[in-house]
Each structure stands twice: as structure tokens, then as C-alpha cells.
């Protein structure tokens, strides 16, 4: 068992711990260390863990891993927290490319905000019909490197996200993969907010990226919003920019402040 350091970021109420494992010295333990870190009472304590590694395309490589220690494709807020991380540690430049398993995106890293170019979203589906406990919902689909479901509501608090989003995340519908799901209330023509039930962390968040970016999306093209697009999570606000044009979605870009709140050292 070695000491190595680690960092503990937070972007829009997304916290993460974060390891240069460039030099591989985690090994294959990673998703044991990950349910190990994240654990609130007996870890540090993370809604994942964001690994920087080598990359031939790119500054670097993102890796995150689940507080369930599954890895998903890729984090829009962890993405934010690690491009911070890797120009704090002069891993990389103000503009940086990373490299994730969902494609490449690029990173302008200000010391307040970061703005991120993200992939674009595949897989839309609209109106899809689902039906939990003898009521039916119209609900949209799209993978905005995850995959998310976006619901429309009248009201955020008056829906039992931790019995819905496990629903709808585990439906036979979504499955193998299973989905994110958010709930949508729409403020205005250029604002909406929300709350996301993340996979892999099986529960609420503060914020999801992908889910800002995957429900300002939908309302742009369900319910006509305008961007950029004003997302309020419980964990603060996220800009979210595109062009669309033909339900084409492209020039997609997730920005918002991300932090480095301590450093720390850890047993591996």
C-alpha cells in the first residue's frame, strides 16, 4: 500500500475526488477504490472519482468511476472539475483537449469558470410512452455522452425523485444500460430548472452536466427555449450553448464555475 495525493473538487454542488494516475499506479483496484472513496462516512466521500491518465489524442484521458464503482462514458461536471485540476497542476494549458470514452472535448479552463465543448447528442427520442404503477408518462431520450431521460413537470418538489428515477432507470426499456433521469420545470424562455436521479450513484445529485445539458437540449427542441439556456440545479446555475437547426443539434457547449476545495493525501 502506497501514499498518494489526491484532490477533492466541486463544480455546481458535483463533488469529486480526483488522482493523477498517469503512471498507472492505481492499477486494477479502481473500482474497489472508487466505492471506497466515495463513501460519505467512511470515505472521503464523492459523487465519483476522476482518474487523469496518458492519452495519444489529447492532453490527457478522464476516466470516472461511480460511487457503485461502475465507469460511465463520461461527466460533464467531472469534466469541468478535472480540466481545473489539470491546469492547477500544469498538466495542461488554458485550452486543453481530453480525451473520454464518449469522444474528445475540448476545455477553456478560467480560474472561476469552465466552459466545455461537449460531443454531440445522439440517440434522440421524443415523446416516448412509459408506463409506472398504472400511469402514464411522455417522456424524451437522448445521450448527450450518458444516456438521459427528460420528464416535463409543474412542479420539481412535489415529485418523489428517489422512487421515479429508480424507475424509470431500471425500466426494461432503458435496459441494459439503464438511464439518468431528470425532472424539467420550464421558468422561461431561456431558463429551466431541475433535478437528476444519476446512475451509478443510484440517488439524487446537486447537479449533473450531462443532465443540464441533456434537458436544455430537449426544451429547445420539445418546448421551443432559446439558447443560451439558464439551467438552475440545487447546486447552482449552468449555461448551456447550441445551434440547432433541422433538430440537429451541434456547437454544444456546458459552462459554470468549478473549485478546488482541499487536498489531501490517501492510502492505496
Known amino acids: 500500500?502506497?501514499?498518494?495525493?489526491?484532490s477533492k473538487m466541486i463544480a455546481t454542488g458535483n463533488d469529486f475526488v480526483v488522482l493523477d494516475n498517469r503512471k498507472q499506479i492505481i492499477g486494477n483496484r479502481i473500482s474497489n477504490l472508487a466505492r471506497r472513496l466515495c463513501d460519505r462516512k467512511l470515505g472521503i466521500g464523492a459523487d465519483g472519482?476522476?482518474?487523469?491518465?496518458?492519452?495519444?489524442?489529447?492532453?490527457?484521458?478522464?476516466?470516472?468511476?461511480?460511487?457503485?464503482?461502475?465507469?460511465?462514458e463520461m461527466c460533464g461536471n467531472g469534466s469541468r472539475c478535472i480540466a481545473l485540476y489539470a491546469k492547477l497542476n500544469k498538466i495542461a494549458p488554458y485550452s486543453m483537449k481530453i480525451d473520454t470514452k464518449a469522444g474528445l472535448l475540448s476545455a477553456k479552463a478560467g480560474n472561476v469558470n469552465i466552459k466545455i465543448k461537449m460531443t454531440e447528442p445522439k440517440d434522440i427520442?421524443?415523446?416516448?410512452?412509459?408506463?409506472?404503477?398504472?400511469?402514464?408518462?411522455?417522456?424524451h431520450y437522448i445521450n448527450t455522452g450518458v444516456p438521459h431521460v427528460v420528464c416535463f413537470v409543474k412542479d420539481?418538489?412535489?415529485?418523489?425523485?428517489?422512487?421515479?428515477?429508480?424507475?424509470?432507470?431500471?425500466?426494461?426499456?432503458?435496459?441494459?444500460?439503464?438511464?439518468?433521469?431528470?425532472?424539467?420545470?420550464?421558468?422561461?424562455?431561456?431558463?429551466?430548472?431541475?433535478?437528476?436521479?444519476?446512475?451509478?450513484?443510484?440517488?439524487?445529485?446537486?447537479?449533473?452536466?450531462?443532465?443540464?445539458?441533456?434537458?436544455?437540449?430537449?426544451?429547445?427542441?420539445?418546448?421551443?427555449?432559446?439558447?443560451?439556456?439558464?439551467?438552475?440545479?440545487?447546486g447552482g446555475s449552468l449555461k448551456i450553448y447550441f445551434t440547432l437547426k433541422n433538430h440537429i443539434i451541434s456547437n454544444l457547449f456546458l459552462e459554470g464555475g468549478a473549485k478546488e476545495v482541499f487536498k489531501g493525501q490517501i492510502k492505496v
Request: hydrophobic share 40%; charged share 30%.
Open 1 to 6: 500500500m502506497r501514499v498518494i495525493d489526491f
Open 49 to 72: 472519482l476522476l482518474l487523469v491518465e496518458k492519452s495519444k489524442i489529447a492532453d490527457f484521458k478522464m476516466r470516472i468511476f461511480n460511487p457503485d464503482g461502475s465507469e460511465p
Open 125 to 139: 427520442k421524443l415523446r416516448v410512452g412509459l408506463k409506472l404503477k398504472n400511469k402514464r408518462y411522455k417522456l
Open 156 to 234: 420539481l418538489d412535489y415529485v418523489d425523485l428517489r422512487s421515479f428515477g429508480k424507475a424509470v432507470r431500471y425500466h426494461k426499456l432503458f435496459m441494459p444500460e439503464g438511464t439518468n433521469v431528470n425532472i424539467v420545470y420550464v421558468k422561461s424562455k431561456a431558463s429551466i430548472s431541475i433535478r437528476t436521479y444519476e446512475r451509478g450513484v443510484e440517488d439524487e445529485t446537486l447537479a449533473c452536466g450531462t443532465g443540464s445539458v441533456a434537458s436544455a437540449v430537449i426544451s429547445g427542441i420539445v418546448k421551443g427555449l432559446k439558447p443560451p439556456i439558464t439551467v438552475c440545479t440545487r
